[in-house]
């Protein structure tokens, strides 16, 4: 049984910092700040800015019944440009790999803090939850760039009428969820390149567990017992080295 406690330090630290980005990646998901929409007619959009994300788009209006308005926006919506469903497809595949990223990372902080019964096993769990983080990067940071080009771009939306949104904005800015969803992205793919750079799973792990020389059941009586015995010689020989055998053997030639 071998104890890794002092090699996995900064792999300790990756799964800290890759549970906080699984959990800025779902407040990238939730927040509907993707694309800060300016409009000119402030009649029935009061504060002249709309939030447009992947799952809705809000703004506040003192004209509406409510003074919050907000319209969802679904996969199948024909309006929506293709960033805005693909920003949703892997937006939820970001937090599910991210959720089994995580747990990958907890199961081989445990084999390396505790034990290791099977040094075979330690390699694919490193490896494991490190293609997961950096998978779980590429699907969030993916949708977040594409956006933000759009953003950038000044891209239009043909929005129904009953969302009260024009298509062309007078002026767009990235949004708060695009800011800290490169930030998470960022943070998981550290956290990824930290345990796929794990210097312990790229070294020989078919070997035997090393035995402790300084333990009285492995120690190195053993080596010397083995010493012995490949000195000794083989076969008949071995009666005829005993001086004493040697004297009996010539007494009894005398006698005859």
């Known amino acids: 049984m071998i104890y890794l406690v002092h090699t996995a330090h900064w792999q300790f630290l990756g799964l800290a910092v ?33 939030w447009v994300g992947i799952w809705r788009a809000c703004f506040y209006s003192h004209a509406l019944p409510e003074i919050e308005n907000c319209h969802s926006i679904s996969f199948s919506d024909t309006f929506a440009p293709s960033e805005i469903p693909v920003a949703q497809v892997l ?29 075979r096993n330690i390699r694919l769990v490193f490896v494991l939850a490190g293609t997961l ?7 969030c940071l993916v949708p977040l760039l594409w956006n933000m080009r759009s953003v950038l771009n000044n891209s239009t939306i043909d929005f129904p009428p009953e969302f009260h949104l024009p298509a062309a ?36 792990l078919t070997s035997e567990t090393p035995r402790d020389t300084s333990d009285p059941l492995h120690g190195p009586w053993i080596d010397t017992t083995l010493s012995s015995q490949s000195g000794l010689p083989s076969g008949d020989n071995q009666g005829n080295e005993n001086p004493a055998f040697y004297t009996e053997e010539v007494l009894a030639k005398h006698n005859f």
């Open 18 to 50: 890759g549970f906080v980005a699984w959990i800025l990646i779902m407040a990238t998901a939730g927040i509907n700040e993707w694309r800060l929409w300016h409009v000119a007619d402030v009649s029935v959009i009061t504060s002249g800015v709309a």
């Open 91 to 119: 937006m939820a595949l970001a937090l599910f790999s991210g959720l089994a990223g995580n747990i990958s990372a907890a199961a081989a902080m445990r084999m390396a803090y505790f034990s290791v019964e099977d040094r």
């Open 133 to 139: 983080y950096v998978l779980t990067g590429m699907f």
């Open 169 to 204: 904005p007078v002026q767009q800015q990235v949004g708060l969820a695009i800011g800290v969803g490169i930030f998470a992205s960022m943070l998981m793919l550290i956290s990824g390149l930290l345990f796929l750079c794990y210097q312990y799973v790229w070294q020989t």
